[in-house]
């Protein structure tokens, strides 16, 4: 470890849950196995019905602190809320589907120390099922200069490996209660604007993708909110290159809706946001109609990025 005894800050882990009983030990024994001890875990328990709360108290360490809503609310509303019990110079998402990789605390923070512009870090991350095996090596771009911009069209981060430099996102207002599911997207992009965001070139985090995940949940709210702040993003945008990108990521997006609003047999909104999605970009027709090898394969990689 480089940081020394003397310059040794204390991170905040934000650990927002409900109902996640299944796979909160194993997030909350990767806490414990970090080469840095100066952390503390704040758990916001928004009124689970299950066995959650056991099991964090369980953990008998005075660096656990367990808080309870009043309310049920939604993810948004959640991390504003724990946000005000945060006492760290910096904070650390971890939720309770995923792991952090030992020495993730160690190695972000040591890039802080260095970056006093440093907003937020993110890193490479292990896409793991619920037997913990991996099913994706997700390498994101690295570099300050390329993320501030694909942040117009796309996310190029995974949350469960962002920690943020707590004065700059409280410079830039917070997470913004407007958003259900795209809420760190948004928090992102608004520090993109202000101060340097990056990810680094190694595997700090485990996201856990598995059928009771709130973003599987929740897909139709995620994709309607992410098309409500790519057209403000193109709305507020001059330069033709990114304006023609964004186009064709609220394409995807809108195909997406249309696909879900199908599965909900909504026939109105699946025309509507068909109809969009060719507005927005007249080749979505070829993936749509002729499903070449090329187009399916290039929109198919666009769709799993955004």
Known sequence: MTISK????LVSILMNCYNGEKFLKNSLLSILDQTYANWEIIFWDNLSTDKSADIFKSFKDDRFKYYKADNHTNLGDARALAWNYIRGDYVAILDVDDMANKVRIETQLNFFIKNKNLAAIGSYCEIIN?????ILNQKLPLKYSELKDLLLWYYPFNSVTVMYNKKCVDV???YNNKFKMINDYDLMLRLSKKFEVINVSTFLGKNRQHKNNLSFLM????????????KKNLLDTK????????????????LRVAYYSLKNINIPAFLKYT?????FDIRILKFIFTFSKKSKKEYISELNTI
């Open 239 to 254: 330069n033709v290159f990114f304006i023609k990108k964004i186009k064709k990521s609220l394409s995807i997006v809108s």
């Open 6 to 9: 003397n310059n040794s800050p």
């Open 130 to 134: 619920e037997d913990n095996k991996i």
């Open 275 to 279: 109809y969009l999605s060719i507005m």
């Open 172 to 174: 830039v207002g917070g």
């Open 219 to 230: 897909k139709l709210d995620g994709q309607l909110e992410l098309l409500e702040l790519l």
